[in-house]
């Protein structure tokens, strides 16, 4: 009966609050109250513990001793730093991993691969940069005929067309058949830069294709490892090929 006797007294009392900060100080700022100190005092503690603990930690350190985390960091002017690991996904492949399906990549890679193809059997890769040049080896009975040997001459056809790799007509051929095809010079050059430009393309769409075949690889990888097998990982994912794992051997029933 008391303590409800007390409760019912203590829902007529009147709540007292701590004062606010007086008009004459009000230049000041803001009063602190108790729920302020407490904060305050709080984070005061909290700070003065750690630097205590820092301080105890750099007192009792050993020299000698060794923590894992040591082989990822490095000492760069006085501050320790992680080491950048090398890169594994670009963010082309990432985001066409997330968004896309290994059928879609697949699908996409083989008309990569389809189109490349084509543009091999227009251009025969005859004057591609980077390609290793052919080599002609003519073998010779004396010194005299070193000394004396014309590479025209030697394959019957007109000096200007020596440096061809290919269309070089004998002289035999030019004087009995009229040149066929585009002889301004102007028009030469146009066709120079056209096979240029085709080049290019190829070139690019190279590129397109083995970065389709490495992305394909990878999403099947991860699709691999949703299987509960035990693996172990033999060799880490780079940027052009994907991670390999070995699997235990399951018998199939």
């Keep these: 009966m008391s303590a409800a006797f007390r409760k019912a007294l203590k829902s007529n009392q009147r709540s007292h609050h701590e004062r606010s900060q007086p008009s004459s100080r009000k230049k000041v700022g803001l009063l602190e109250k108790k729920k302020d100190y407490k904060l305050r005092a709080e984070d005061y503690r909290k700070k003065r513990n750690t630097l205590h603990a820092l301080r105890k930690k750099a007192l009792e350190k050993n020299p000698d001793e060794f923590y894992y985390k040591m082989t990822s960091t490095k000492l760069q002017d006085g501050v320790h730093v992680i080491k950048q690991l090398a890169e594994e996904t670009t963010e082309e492949q990432l985001k066409l991993m997330r968004t896309q399906d290994v059928k879609y990549v697949e699908m996409k890679r083989v008309a990569e691969s389809k189109k490349i193809e084509r543009l091999k059997s227009e251009l025969h890769l005859l004057e591609a940069e980077g390609k290793q ?101 033999v060799k880490k994912e780079t940027v052009n090929s994907p991670a390999i794992y070995k699997f235990d051997y399951k018998r199939k029933r």
């Design 133 to 233: 040049p052919n080599k002609h080896t003519f073998f010779l009975d004396t010194k005299k005929e070193v000394a004396q040997f014309d590479l025209a001459t030697h394959l019957k056809t007109a000096p200007e067309l020596v440096d061809r790799v290919y269309n070089r007509p004998t002289l035999e051929t030019l004087q009995k058949e009229s040149i066929k095809g585009v002889t301004e010079p102007r028009l030469l050059k146009t066709l120079a830069k056209q096979r240029r430009q085709q080049y290019m393309m190829l070139k690019q769409r190279i590129e397109r294709e083995q970065k389709m075949f490495v992305i394909s690889q990878k999403i099947q990888t991860r699709k691999d490892l949703l299987d509960k097998t035990r693996k172990i990982k």
